[in-house]
C-alpha cells in the first residue's frame, strides 16, 4: 500500500540549442530563498546562495573514469527542463506523519565542445530546506559500463568557516567517531571526513550529505586547494581493493545515476533536524503491504552491561523486563548460534547452551518477539536459508553486523539484504553501518541502524561524553535513525565514570531519559541489565514513550551545548532537554506547541544530588505555558504534556 496524498505536480518543459543558452544558468527554490547558480566553461562550477548570501561558492563539479579521463570540463549547455512538484506524504517510520516534498527540478543536458563531444546531465531539485543534485550518464559514446575512478565534486565554503566534522580514517570504519569543531581551512588532503558534516558559513547552517545511495560508492570529503576567498572540500569515493589486488571505486552499469549530493541550509540548527530532505529524495516504499513493520523499544541481552551470559535463564530475564514494562521486542545477541566470524559459524544452528524453541515459547507467553543478531559474513554463506527459516521461527527482526565498509559492493549488498529480509517480513537493524541515506523510505523493515559513536563505548572508554551527546543530533542525526542503545542506569558524573562491567554512563538518569525523545530510533534499543531497572526511577517514561512521532519541532539549542527538543504522538507533546557538562537553567515556551493541556508529567534532574537521583511527579503550568527547568551538569529532563 502506498501512503500518498497529491496535492499539485506541474510541469514546465524547455528545450532550448546550447547557443541560445548563458554561460550560467540560475535556479530558485519554491519560495526563492535558495539559489543554484551551474556556470559550464573549461571548469564546469556552481554556486548556492540564501537570501543572496554565498553558502557555497564557485565549487567545481565533475567525474573521472579509467581510460576516458574527466568528464565535466569544456562544457555548455545542450538543453534544460524544468518542472516542479508538490505532495505530501506518510512514512511508516515517521519524525513526522505528514511529509511535504516541494521543489522545483531543472534536468541540465551538458555537452563537451571539444573531442570525442560527450555529453553528462545533472538534475538538480531545490526545495526550500536545501539543494541537492546528481549525475547521470547515458551516453551511447561510452561502453554498457565504465569504471568509476573518482568523483570530483566540491563543497567550496568562505574561509573563516567553522565546521563539526568527524574523520573516520580509512574506507574500512564503522563510523563511530567524535563531530570534532574546526575550521573547514584545516581539514587536510589526506582526511577521510565522513557525512553528515554540519558548517556555519556566515549566518546560516550549512549539512552537506548524501541521500539515495545505491549502485555507488560511499562519499567522503577532503581538504583540497583553497581559494582567494575560501576552503574548498574535494569529494572522493570509497574504494576497495579488488580480486586482481587493484584498488578502485568500482564499475558503474549505464546508463547510471549517481546518488544526491545534498546541501542542507537553515537558519538555525534545529530547522535541520526538522528537515525531511533525505527521505525526500529517496524511491517510495517497495513493500506493498507494510502492517507487519511495527516499532517499539526492545531490551538487548547481557553484551553490553554484564558480559556474554548466552542461556535460557540469562535469555529469559530480558524477554520478563521487554514484557514488565511492554517493551514489544528483545534482542538476543553474540554466541546464540555459537562464535562469530568464523568459517565454520553456522546461522542455521544453535548454541547448545540454549533451546530456542523454550525461549520462543516463552517470549510469546510474555507477548514479546525476538530479535537474532548476526555476523554478516557468516550470514552471507546462508542468507536466504536463514531469513526464511527466522520467519518460520516466528522472529520478529535481524541486527547485522561489522560491515564496516561503503564501497559499491557493500553498497549494493544493504539494497539486496534488506529486499531479501522484506520478503521473509523481517525488521532490520544495521550495525558496523556506514550512515542512513534515506534508504529506509524505500525499505521501511530498515528500523534503524548504528555508524553512530552509542553507549556501548562506555564499556571500555571515556569517549560518550555530555558533549558528545548534545552534538551527535546536529550532525550524525541529520542522516536519519541511530541506534545509540540509550538507557544506562548507572548513571555518574565525570570524576566518577569509569569504564568496567557493570557498565556506567555519563550524566544523569534524566540526560539518559532524554535520549529517548531526542535521538530518533524507530527501534529503540535499551541497553541495560534487568537487575540496574529495579525499582528504579524513570522507568515509567520507558513504558510510555513512543518510538515513532506525528511531529518534531526543536524548541531550542545549540550544537555541543544543549538541545531541546518536542515530538508529538496523537494529542500528546513529549518535550526532552539535554546540556553538557555544564549546569543550565533554561525557560520554555511551550505556547509554541499549539496544545490546550495544562498538566504535565515531569521527570528532572535533583540538582546536586547523586547522578541516579531524579524529581519525577505532576505539576500544572502556568497560563502563560512557560517551564522553568534546572538541569545537573551532564543533566536532562523529560515532559509529557497529557
Known sequence: MKYLLFISFCVLSLSVQSQQLNKWE??????EKLEFVLTTGEELTYSVKSFLQPVISDAKLGLKFKDLGVLGTNMVFD??????HNETWTPILAKNKLVEDNYNQVHIYLRETVF????????VRLYNDGIAFKYRIDDEMYASQVELEEELTQFAFWMNTDCWAADYGSYRSHQEAEFKK?????????????????A?????????????????????????ARTKTGA??????????????????????????SPWRVVMVADKQGELIESDIIQNLNEPSIIEDPSWIKPGLCAWDSWWSRGVDMTNASVKKYIDLASENNFPYMLIDTDWYGAPNRSTANVLTLNPNISMWELLRYAKSKNVRLWLWLHHEDLNRSMENAFKLYNSWGIAGVKIDFMAR????????????????????LMVNLHGAYKPTGIRRTYPNLLTREGVLGNEYNKWSYRVTPEHNVTIPFTRMLAGPMDYTPGGFQNRGMGEFKPQLNTLVMGTRCHELAKFVVYESPLTTVCDHPDNYKNQGGMDLLRRVPTIWDETKVLDGEIGE???IARRKDTKWYIAGMTNSKARDLSIDLKVLDSNSTEISLWKDKVGESYTDLIERKESLSEDQVLLVSMAPGGGFVVIME
Open 116 to 123: 570525442p563531444g560527450r555529453t553528462l546531465q545533472i538534475i
Open 232 to 257: 574548498v572540500l574535494q569529494g572522493h569515493l570509497s574504494k576497495k581493493v579488488n580480486e586482481k589486488g587493484k584498488i578502485q571505486a568500482g564499475t558503474i552499469q549505464l546508463p547510471a545515476e
Open 406 to 425: 561503503d564501497d559499491m559492493d557493500m553498497v549494493k549488498w544493504y539494497h539486496e539484504t534488506l529486499a531479501l529480509a522484506a520478503k521473509y517480513k
Open 182 to 198: 574546526q575550521a573547514v581551512s584545516d581539514i587536510g588532503p589526506d582526511a577521510f571526513i565522513g557525512l553528515p558534516l554540519l
Open 200 to 224: 556555519k558559513s556566515g549566518t546560516k547552517y550549512v549539512a552537506v550529505t548524501e541521500a539515495a545511495l545505491k549502485n555507488w560508492p560511499g562519499l567522503y570529503l577532503k581538504g583540497a
Open 26 to 31: 540560475r535556479f530558485s527554490s519554491p519560495d
Open 562 to 564: 544543549f538541545i531541546i
Open 79 to 84: 538543453k534544460i527542463e524544468e518542472s516542479s
